[in-house]
């Protein structure tokens, strides 16, 4: 059986649109002729990763769509779009508004959207792989799932309704994503215990609280992976790491299985990210005086502070430290401060003398001596370079 009969067998079995690409010939359409533009080209062109041989992504409005490269052949296949949830008026005026497309289409949208199967993000990936095996003749890997470049998660559900956690605002929202930028596990646990809210407290996003949270999460690993991307941890495990996040989501009935997924995403990719920012030394000596720093942070601290802590000779443990990492420990010191110094400039809004206070530095004009050494810019120039 050809591969032109094959895809027509499947979208008539499955409903789910596919389109075959052959570099600039006319592509082989099954289902995707109901609406123009092509909604899952779309999003292949602008979001999907070209180096994967198969992946998917998941839009905000719960758009799924995938693509799979044919072996040894410029042929691409690309699967999609099928919900992952119900599509509303609000989530058509979104999509319309992506696609550049007049508001008045909105009927039209749901309408086709509507007769398209439903299908949750593991069934869509399984669905994917199913076709990668068919189609490649059983060579391949499974699909990646690749986060979507959306912005806010916490503040709104999928659906933009009301707030996750009714007190939760944009600038603790950057203050959780910095945590898992920066690795910074102890601040990170500190939010975490203060927004912990009851089961009871958490709205409905949709017409069913399992899906709706499911959808949550989903979206929250998303914007997760790309704040761990950004501080420094590698892209094949991030990759990993979401998809396995989202492979168990998926196999949940009750919300109270799901309730602690949150938490545990957050913590798994904040600590991964720590370990990549974390001094490349196998030496214990090197790691307690590095925990030692980390759990000191907030406080003056000097290397006799810290051999003192260890009991051990700090003469010593100065020089073992700087045979062991090329620094001194004053200068690992004021560059682990210095990162959380970064941190705090990007999330909050705390004024620059009440930063370097916290942190224990001994005066304003030091930490701005230490910041631009380690910067090659002053705490105010950073603070607003982030604005433009």
């Given at each position: ?34 609406f ?6 779309g999003i ?17 409005e ?19 779009p ?28 749901l ?16 669905i ?37 956690i ?71 495990t ?12 998926e ?54 502070d ?45 004024p ?37």
């Amino acid at each position: 059986m050809d591969k032109y009969t094959l895809l027509l067998k499947f979208y008539k079995a499955t409903k789910i649109p596919v389109q075959l690409l052959y570099e600039d010939k006319q592509p082989h359409d099954f289902g995707t002729d109901f609406f123009h533009p092509n909604l899952a080209a779309g999003i292949f062109n602008s979001v999907l990763d070209g180096d994967q041989d198969a992946c998917y992504t998941v839009s905000p409005e719960h758009i799924l769509c995938g693509y799979i490269k044919i072996k040894e052949t410029p042929e691409v296949l690309i699967a999609g779009p099928v919900m992952a949830s119900k599509c509303t008026p609000e989530k058509a005026q979104k999509i319309l508004s992506s696609m550049n497309q007049p508001a008045n289409r909105a009927d039209e949208l749901l309408s086709w959207l509507d007769a398209l199967p439903d299908c949750t993000v593991r069934q869509f990936g399984d669905i994917l792989n199913f076709l990668n095996c068919i189609l490649n003749d059983g060579i391949g890997n499974d699909a990646v799932y690749i986060p979507y470049p959306s912005g806010n998660i916490l503040i709104s559900s999928p659906d933009s309704g009301p707030s996750f956690i009714e007190h939760l605002d944009d600038t603790l929202e950057k203050q959780l994503l910095s945590c898992i930028e920066y690795g910074n596990i102890g601040k990170l646990q500190e939010i975490l215990t203060e927004i912990n809210v009851p089961n009871s407290k958490v709205p409905l996003f949709a017409h069913d609280a399992v899906r709706s949270y499911k959808n949550f999460l989903i979206h929250a690993a998303g914007i997760v992976s790309r704040a761990a991307l950004r501080g420094g941890l590698d892209s094949d495990t991030t990759y990993a790491l979401v998809g396995r996040y989202m492979r168990q989501i998926e196999t949940y009935d009750r919300y109270s299985d799901m309730s602690p997924v949150f938490n545990q995403m957050l913590m798994d990719f904040t600590r991964r990210t720590a370990k990549c920012r974390s001094i490349p030394s196998n030496s214990p000596i090197v790691t307690k005086i590095n925990k030692v720093i980390q759990a000191h942070l907030y406080e003056k601290l000097t290397p006799t502070d810290i051999s003192n802590q260890l009991q051990m000779n700090c003469s010593y443990l100065c020089r073992y430290f700087k045979q062991n990492t090329g620094m001194t420990i004053t200068e690992y010191i004021n560059k682990v401060k210095i990162t959380e110094c970064m941190r705090l400039l990007e999330s909050t809004e705390l004024p620059i003398s009440q930063i370097y206070t916290q942190l224990g530095f001994s005066s304003q004009s030091y930490m701005q001596k230490v910041f631009k050494k380690i910067a090659g810019v002053t705490p105010l120039e950073y603070r607003n370079n982030l604005k433009h």
